[in-house]
């Protein structure tokens, strides 16, 4: 009795850390909120308490995703697909596997990223998850999106957001849009794009989802810096930054520095330039994203050739083809050949237009329609 008593007194005190924690993440208090889901893993699994292990293994890992910590989240995954698969939860089993393939996705790896989402959608479907589906195909949407089949990609946005209206979850909503929206820009829809941020804007501002405002308004910021409104896209880079600061968020606000180092390249600050790019790849660096520094690297190739260091340019843009090639980044690939090309085209005196009419297929392939007036590429 005396035993049950203690383990009944654990289990009331292992609730209580995880409700704290729940409410620090709810106020996106990242890194307060894992020390004390942290605290409670260590005391369920002293306690063999699986299902509770569970539940701070998976909230441990979408942390840690948060803060760019990949390897670590990956690994709270692992352990939480392992004690799924001990309790035989089905949708515990795929629930695990979403969040190991989103962490394997931040790290360039979206092979197997869509091989785990893939087994997940299987469980879904069987169990007629329709919120394990909506959210399952969120996640294939920014995979496809890295892929670079920025069709199917849009497509997996559509099918996502039409569920997560149909179930009333505006949250998720919002985060389709968002994921509409980067994949529209990408597309060279631009206008598109800057609607769908908007209106998931408008939605994170009535939720008062600081990590959704933020995204939205890093989307916006970029939607406006291809619409070469400079103003106002610094205007909603800045707003990004402040609240990405505030959260701790060091991965996406890689992507608002190297935002912010592209408008700085279109309108000739090119030490500002280097400024926010040399950020933005200490960033990546730290989170080990190929594809955020094969884009700083674009960005540095651009600035030594726009200062005459063709050589310097051309080992830059060589270093990012290899990056591209490795992890079989298709549009990053399009990219880093257009802008050898143009290289090329100055040493050899070609014809400029012709050109980027060859690269042109590259991108029709993907779905993605891009002027190119020259140098400085406005890259989306």
């Known amino acids: 009795m005396l035993q049950l008593s203690k383990n009944s007194e654990k289990s009331q005190e292992i609730n209580s850390i ?11 208090l990242y890194s307060e909120s894992l020390k004390l889901f942290e605290k409670a893993l260590k005391a369920c699994k002293m306690m063999n308490d699986h299902q509770t292990y569970f539940k701070c293994a998976i909230s441990s890992g979408d942390i840690l995703r948060m803060l760019g910590k990949f390897n670590r989240a990956a690994e709270r995954y692992n352990e939480a ?51 394990g589906i909506a959210f399952l195909k969120w996640a294939e949407g920014g995979t496809l999106r890295i892929k670079g089949d920025i069709t199917n990609s849009i497509r997996s946005y559509k099918k996502s957001l039409k569920m997560f209206k149909a179930i009333g979850d505006r949250a998720g909503s919002g985060y389709c849009l ?18 769908f941020y908007t209106e998931a804007n408008k939605l994170f501002l009535t939720l008062k989802d600081t990590f959704g405002k933020a995204y939205s308004y890093c989307g916006i910021g970029n939607a406006y810096r291809l619409m070469n409104d400079f103003k106002n896209s610094s205007k909603y880079f800045k707003k990004a930054m402040r609240l990405y600061k505030k959260i701790g968020d060091k991965v996406s606000y890689a992507y608002t520095l190297w935002g912010f180092g592209i408008l700085y390249l279109m309108i000739g600050q090119y030490l500002k330039a280097s400024e926010y790019l040399k950020m933005a790849l200490s ?16 960005g540095f190739g651009q600035i030594a050739l726009l200062k005459c260091k063709n050589n310097s340019a051309k080992n830059l843009f060589l270093a990012a083809e290899r990056k591209s090639k ?8 399009c ?6 090309n143009y290289l090329n085209s100055i040493y ?18 993907l779905g993605v329609k891009i002027e190119f007036q020259g140098l400085p590429f406005n890259i989306p």
């Open 18 to 28: 995880i409700f704290l924690a729940e409410k620090l993440r709810e106020k996106f």
């Open 81 to 131: 697909l392992t004690i799924a698969k001990k309790l035989r939860d089905l949708t515990k089993v795929a629930d695990a596997k979403i969040g190991l393939g989103l962490s394997f996705r931040a790290q360039g790896k979206w092979k197997d990223t869509l091989k785990l989402l893939k087994e997940s959608e299987i469980i879904y479907r069987r169990k007629n998850d329709i919120e």
């Open 178 to 195: 968002c994921g509409l929206g980067g994949a529209s820009r990408v597309s060279g829809k631009y206008i598109n794009s800057l609607r």
């Open 283 to 298: 960033f990546f660096k730290l989170t080990n994203d190929p594809r955020g520094i094969i884009y700083c690297e674009l």
């Open 326 to 333: 490795r992890y079989n980044f298709a549009l990053e690939k």
């Open 335 to 340: 990219h880093v050949r257009l802008l050898l």
């Open 348 to 365: 050899f005196r070609k014809d400029q237009k012709l050109i980027f009419k060859t690269n042109k297929k590259c991108y029709n392939v």
